[in-house]
């Protein structure tokens, strides 16, 4: 809708000041919030730059894996097409992934109780999304399928979603789920000193993405058995989340029974 930014002069991609802008947000939240939670500022911060060099490489490199047969690999030596390349296209489950092992990484080097401050802060990750999913509507990417009825967009000419056509306004709407999430589990947090915060995140992001697969139409997501490549990681992420929890909870039980005895 509003691919740049114009600011004396200077063209800037919205796709970018979205992030930014989510970044600074989520920051804002968390860093007013560890004195409450026992965090040390620094540390977060050290953790969070860990995450987000993570997210961007893994989710540019999934997304090189799933167009890997529609990039044409011969012109990667040309320095405008190998920047197109690089600044444009990021699947989020990739860049999920790379961060939490980059962040793992931080922990690591700089002996740090990283999963602590995952639980306190997972609240982070759906509000730089929700403003991404933003910018991803700024830059016409990731749209969503003919759809005639209310709230549908039209995107202009030279857009990346298809000009001219009525579009579901996938990205918008996700941007609000991931926000509401983001709100939940921040409410939790700080109401009952919620535990299970990244299985929660896990759980609830994971049912949101695979149903609004189903409304997008862009093509370079990679597909198998009707099901895009988003949805597939989806199922994965949900059944493995579920697992994790039914084992924490007998472990529990074991220890408590072992206490008892």
Excluded at 123 to 134: A, D, E, L, S, Y
Aim: aromatic share 14%.
């Amino acid at each position: 809708m509003c691919e740049h930014l114009n600011i004396f002069g200077i063209q800037l991609p919205m796709y970018g000041m979205m992030i930014l802008l989510g970044i600074i947000v989520s920051n804002a939240v968390a860093l007013s919030l560890c004195k409450r939670f026992g965090k040390d500022k620094l540390e977060l911060l050290t953790i969070e730059s860990y995450g987000i060099i993570g997210a961007f490489l893994g989710s540019k490199i999934l997304f090189l894996i799933i167009s890997f047969k529609d990039i044409d690999w011969s012109r990667a030596i040309e320095p405008k097409y190998l920047m197109a390349i690089l600044s444009n296209g990021f699947v989020f489950y990739g860049g999920l992934v790379g961060a939490i092992l980059f962040m793992m990484l931080s922990g690591k080097i700089h002996k740090l109780d990283v999963w602590s401050y995952i639980r306190d802060f997972i609240f982070m990750i759906p509000i730089m999304h929700c403003f991404g999913r933003i910018g991803c509507f700024c830059a016409g990417c990731c749209y969503g399928m003919p759809y005639h009825g209310p709230g549908h967009v039209v995107f202009p000419y030279g857009s990346q979603a298809p000009s001219g056509e009525e579009l579901f306004p996938v990205q918008l709407v996700e941007a609000g789920l991931v926000l509401i999430i983001a709100i939940v589990l921040l409410v939790l947090k700080l109401k009952k000193d919620f535990y299970y915060t990244i299985e929660t995140y896990l759980l609830s992001y994971s049912v949101v993405r695979f149903i609004l697969e189903f409304f997008r139409y862009d093509a370079i997501r990679g597909a198998a058995f009707g099901l895009s490549t988003s949805q597939w990681i989806s199922i994965v992420v949900f059944i493995g989340t579920i697992i994790s929890i039914v084992y924490r909870k007998k472990k529990e039980e074991q220890e408590k029974d072992y206490k008892e005895d």
